[in-house]
């Protein structure tokens, strides 16, 4: 009867749970670490605007500067998207690059998982960070505010509403992650490959499915199909009825009249169509030889793809979720070695695919190789014949590298960020000095090294909107424009670019040279990325008028200026002159049905190697270089779309090109009536600028004077002039121009604006001189209150205060308050446990400080007890046992895996007698003091996939000593350190690994021992958190000075006590089974998402002594006492190890992890009845 009235008021209890929380069964301290390489974070600024607050570091000043314009600039337009407002102003923290934001506290190590391309979001809080592109640096912007009021819109503001609201609405993950991306960007080009690979494969047959390996893919999908079927307001509108619904089929139904099986229906043929007919009469061209990688290899990224100048070997990198290593492929001997690997396989944070880069010296007889470690750039040098290696440290003023490559044997080529913007470099390695070519707010990535027209030149992609290296003010722009190649001549005169593409829809990536005249570079003007090829040439790009003045100064006039303010009796004489320049005609040398992902050439051997973004098999092909071919192919529906878009968005300058090709600088064979000759306006298609100043740029320089503008005239000069090379640019060198294949002519010169989306949309304005230091504020992190039974602080127990054995903490009210500073690096835990007995209240208050590197820990814990004794008298006498506890610990992190840690404990016990009579009044207290230090050695990769499911492995292996102590009273104080000396050794591994899809097989070893003049008692059987714990009475304890006892478990099919002694070991192995998974992907209710069943078997002993099998085993001797003289001593065999086997059953319940299990255990080799096991919290 008292036993169910015990458990009718449990069951009271998760009723009225303010907030219930499954706790860990375990009491084992794992976790992954955050690593602070450098101390940058220490001290923090912060921008306020309208909306937000920006918070940044000396690194990502200029990055926070564009990300308060982005985010104020984009703002209307989420909330105009989600129809939802917010009062408070969201905050965002801006890092310099994706090494950084690992580095951060910010976020718990198990909800705190990022993924690529995906914002990180905590609360209100945004997470950004540069990576040399501001496109994607603004999409993540829209992606963070997209977030925080998804989450805010669908679970609400305050706590009440997140846990009514969290248990209620189950959205599935492509719903959410779906949204937030089609908020940072409807749709793009990359995804629309990527669905196009995996719909035409045929991979999957169910939307379900598809959305369980691709949520944020298929969400975005859904959410764009919405949006292009049923018109914008219709994604408000759904998001808006499946929260008041609660259920996302209601939502369809009520938005689309339909059912949500019907839409998906809809959505695949809406994709599929498209799709079937964006391949139609494309084609990969025949490789020279391909190179397929092993099976187990074929998923991983191919991040670098490098061909040798001999064209006779292949360097190619590898990132398996952040494990790089670096293959040297002989294309001769089909033989690959690998050279080089770095880093770990880190599935909880996003990926890094910059690094390691890789690029051949032109001789061919080294690689070099750029690789980040602990947050710093190292250069290696690899020698191919001689195998070997030398590693340096790159210059400190480079954040981030993007790309790599030789200009000569001594000089290397850089992408690179400096100061939070993208440019271009030149760096000598033996000297550690570089030459910045490039120093504007633009992004300048993709460089690379070309030898064209007898000239060597850089190549490399840009969101500049004109040709012209010159400073811009941060304030007037913002760089978010689609990436054009340009060229850069090193050895000219005029610090002006070439233009090669404007295409303000579509990216160029990868240009290459191809030989002295061709280059080509990858594009996706046409919806898929295909190589296009291009050659440069000279033309006229305007006519000037120089005038020679008597007094022998010349003066240079555009041929529209008028000349009447000069004094006509001062000039000597003005001749016509044209400026020439360099521009760019390119062509579409392939029609492939997926994107061209990677391209390298050498131009020395005619080859080529080139991957292609196909599902199947990872490869790459050999090709032979083929500049002249010539392909059209057709625009994807996507491509398509954007450009009915564009049309009605952008206005197109219609001029015609202010110039033409020289007639002697043309092929004989190739008449200039077959060029395509148009101008097409340098616009890029997001943010606006402030008004063009019209006012002409007038350059002063050293006699003879030069007044030229930077803009363009309008009109173009009828001018004949016999010899214009020969009175302008005498050093030019006139090559031939190849034959023209269906070309294009690039724009050289405008200098055009960005056109505003909205009409009264506009420019945030930032004044940096409003940034203000941030100073530490804390706020409430989590506020719980619920039933648990767990063991606080090692639950272990004083031998003295239990002489019975040990008791396993009886159900209580665990009331816990958290509280930290904005990054988390300094965090507040407090909490009391009140037991339902209402005896043995514990409390107990934690510190953390994790601003550096070496994280502290500082903890208090108190509890105290009260026992019955028994009484000789008829007066009941009781006994009140207190725990005081004091630690210090420290974490030193070596990566994000492992760690070393080391804790210091000083502990109090103390045993006083309750007076009750003269006799107890007397009783002294008993007080033992112990100082104690524990190292340990931590490994812990795994990662939750679900409740009380998880993949990877964790271990830990520690060393403990303690040391017993007595301090005097105040009238003769003193310390004494002569009394018992304790040492425990410890380890715990354990490993789960995924089968049949969702299932898990989990399997964990423990061990321990303890010596010395103190020890501890470990118990064996039962399990963590058992709720009706049992004990078995008929195994002897064995005689020792005894410390502490605690419970090792679980050994299942027995009661606790099956076997003790100063040393256990122990085996665990369960198969855990999501049932309900197996049966339907759409599961809403916790109780039957969460259900699991499964199978275990535990294995395990206890002993005292050397060996669980010496003779004198106290667990084979019995003493019966026989009167006072006389005791009997039996001695009989017992199989010291002991096992157990059953099923069980796993669920959510009223918000708490219940576990329920029937267990049979086997003693020597007899199996026992059988047990029922209930507890709470979740298994190893």
């Keep these: 009867m008292t036993g169910r009235l015990y458990l009718l008021f449990l ?241 369809f139904l009520y938005v689309m009249d339909q059912s949500f099986q019907s839409v998906v229906q809809e959505w695949e043929s809406f994709y599929r169509s498209r799709y079937e007919s964006d391949i139609k009469g494309r084609q990969i061209p025949q490789s020279v030889q391909t190179v397929t990688l092993k099976k187990r290899k074929e998923q991983l990224p191919l991040t670098q793809l490098k061909l040798s100048p001999d064209g006779n070997k292949v360097v190619y990198v590898l990132n398996d979720l952040g494990r790089t290593s670096v293959y040297l492929y002989d294309l001769q001997q089909n033989k690959k070695t690998k050279i080089f690997r770095e880093g770990y396989r880190n599935a909880l944070q996003a990926t890094d695919f910059t690094y390691p880069l890789v690029a051949w010296s032109p001789t061919g007889q080294q690689l070099t190789l750029l690789y980040e470690r602990r947050d710093n750039l190292k250069l290696a040098t690899y020698d191919v014949f001689k195998k070997k290696m030398t590693n340096e440290l790159l210059s400190e003023q480079y954040q981030r590298v993007y790309s790599l490559d030789y200009v000569d044997n001594f000089s290397l080529v850089f992408s690179a960020e400096v100061s939070g913007q993208s440019d271009i470099f030149i760096y000598t390695p033996r000297t550690r000095q570089s030459q910045r070519i490039t120093a504007d707010i633009y992004d300048d990535l993709d460089a690379t090294v070309v030898n064209v027209r007898n000239r060597k030149g850089i190549l490399f992609t840009s969101n500049r909107p004109d040709i012209f290296l010159r400073p811009i003010k941060p304030d007037s722009i913002l760089p978010v424009g689609s990436l054009d190649v340009f060229y850069y001549d090193l050895k000219g005169e005029i610090r002006e670019l070439v233009r090669v593409t404007n295409t303000p829809l579509a990216s160029e990536r990868y240009p290459m040279g191809v030989d002295s005249t061709y280059f080509s570079y990858l594009s996706d003007r046409h919806g898929i990325y295909n190589r296009e090829s291009g050659f440069l040439e000279d033309y006229i790009r305007e006519y000037q008028q120089h005038i020679f003045m008597k007094d022998g100064a010349e003066l240079v006039w555009p041929m529209d200026s008028s000349i009447t303010k000069l004094d006509s009796t001062q000039i000597d004489s003005i001749q016509v002159r044209p400026v020439i320049r360099e521009r760019a005609v390119t062509h579409i040398e392939t029609n492939l049905p997926y994107h061209l992902s990677q391209q390298h050439s050498a131009p020395l051997s005619g080859k080529l190697v080139e991957s292609y973004g196909a599902l199947g098999r990872r490869s790459f092909y050999i090709n032979r270089l083929s500049p002249t071919n010539s392909s059209a192919p057709a625009t994807t529906f996507f491509r398509g779309r954007e450009k009915q878009i564009e049309q009605l968005i952008f206005v197109k300058d219609t001029s015609k090109v202010s110039g033409m090709p020289l007639q002697n600088n043309r092929a004989p064979n190739t008449p200039p009536a077959n060029a395509t000759v148009y101008e097409v306006s340098e616009l890029l298609p997001l943010p606006p600028q402030p008004k063009k100043d019209t006012t002409p740029v007038v350059q002063v320089k050293e006699e003879p004077y030069l007044f030229q ?146 994280d502290q820990t500082y903890a208090v814990y108190m509890r105290n007890t009260r026992f019955n004794d028994d009484s000789p008298t008829l007066v009941p006498r009781r006994r009140e046992y207190n725990i005081l506890l004091g630690q210090y610990g420290v974490r030193y992190p070596l990566d994000v895996f492992r760690s070393i840690r080391a804790t210091t404990t000083l502990r109090r016990d103390r045993m006083v007698q309750l007076a009750t009579d003269r006799a107890t ?118 005689s020792g000075n005894f410390a502490f006892q605690t419970l090792a478990a679980n050994l299942r099919g027995f009661p606790i006590n099956i076997r003790n002694g100063s040393s256990f070991a122990l085996v665990n192995t369960e198969l855990r089974v999501p049932l309900f998974r197996y049966f339907s992907r759409r599961i809403q209710s916790p109780l039957f998402k969460n259900f699991q069943v499964l199978g275990f078997f535990d294995i395990g002993t206890a002993w005292e002594g050397k060996t669980p099998y010496r003779d004198d085993n106290p667990l084979n001797t019995t003493k019966f006492p026989d009167g006072p003289f006389i005791t009997t001593t039996v001695n009989y065999f017992r199989d010291p190890l002991v096992a157990g086997y059953g099923f069980g059953a796993r669920t959510t319940l009223f918000g708490y992890f219940i576990r329920a299990d029937y267990a049979w255990g086997i003693e020597t080799q007899r199996i026992q009845k059988p047990k029922l096991y209930l507890s709470f919290g979740l298994d190893f």
């Design 11 to 251: 069951m009271g209890i998760c009723l009225f749970s303010a907030e219930a929380i499954a706790q860990s069964s375990n009491q084992v301290k794992f976790g992954k670490n955050r690593v602070q390489y450098h101390k940058d974070f220490d001290e923090w600024s912060q921008y306020e605007s309208d909306n937000f607050f920006v918070y940044y570091y000396g690194k990502s000043r200029n990055a926070a500067h564009k990300v308060v314009q982005m985010a104020e600039y984009d703002f209307d337009e989420i909330q105009a998207l989600l129809e939802h407002r917010m009062n408070e102003k969201l905050q965002i923290i801006v890092y310099a690059d994706a090494t950084d934001v690992k580095q951060s506290n910010i976020g718990s190590e198990d909800l705190f998982v990022s993924s690529n391309n995906q914002t990180k979001v905590s609360g209100t809080t945004i997470f950004v960070y540069f990576d040399g592109n501001h496109q994607h640096l603004r999409e993540q912007v829209r992606e963070g505010i997209a977030a925080v009021y998804l989450n805010t819109m669908l679970f609400g503001a305050n706590i009440q509403e997140i846990v009514q609201n969290a248990v209620m609405l189950n959205l599935p993950n492509w719903f959410k992650e779906g949204l937030v991306a089609y908020a940072g960007q409807t749709w793009n080009v990359e995804r629309d490959n990527e669905l196009r690979n995996i719909l035409l494969s045929r991979r999957y047959k169910r939307f379900e499915r598809f959305a369980d390996d691709f949520p944020r893919l298929a969400g975005q999908s859904m959410w764009y199909f919405i949006s292009e079927k049923y018109g914008r307001p219709a994604v408000s509108n759904l998001l808006y009825l499946t929260r008041i619904n609660r259920s996302v089929e209601s939502g």
């Design 709 to 854: 503008s930077e803009f363009d005239n309008p009109k173009s000069a009828t001018l004949t002039i016999e010899k214009p090379v020969e009175e302008t640019k005498p050093a030019v060198a006139v090559t031939p121009t190849p034959a023209r294949p269906s070309e294009t002519l690039a724009p050289v010169n405008g200098l055009s604006f960005p056109l505003q989306m909205a009409p009264n949309r506009k420019l945030y304005i930032l004044n940096p001189t409003r940034a203000i230091p941030y100073r530490l504020q804390f706020r409430s992190d989590f506020v719980t209150s619920q039933m648990d039974n767990s063991l606080l602080f090692e639950g272990m127990e004083s031998t003295a205060a239990n002489p019975d054995g040990f008791q396993p903490p009886p159900p209580g009210i665990l009331l816990k308050a958290n509280v930290k500073d904005l990054f988390e690096d300094y965090e507040f835990e407090g909490g009391i446990r009140i037991p339902t007995t209402f005896n043995g209240a514990e409390y107990f208050v934690t510190f953390q400080n994790k601003k550096h590197r070496l």
């Design 921 to 1038: 009044y007397n009783v002294p207290d008993q007080t033992s003091q112990r100082l104690g230090l524990r190292l340990e050695y931590v490994f812990d990769n795994t990662v939750d996939i679900a409740m009380n499911l998880r993949t990877g492995t964790r271990y830990r292996a520690f060393v403990e000593v303690q040391k017993k102590f007595s301090v005097g009273d105040e009238a003769n104080f003193d310390i004494n350190f002569n009394k018992g000396f304790m040492t425990v050794l410890a380890a715990d591994f354990r490993h789960y690994q995924r089968i049949l899809r969702h299932s898990i097989l989990a399997g964990r070893f423990s061990a321990a021992t303890s010596f010395g003049s103190e020890r501890i008692l470990y118990f064996l059987g039962g399990m963590d958190n058992w709720l009706f714990p049992q004990q078995n009475n008929d195994i002897p304890v064995p």
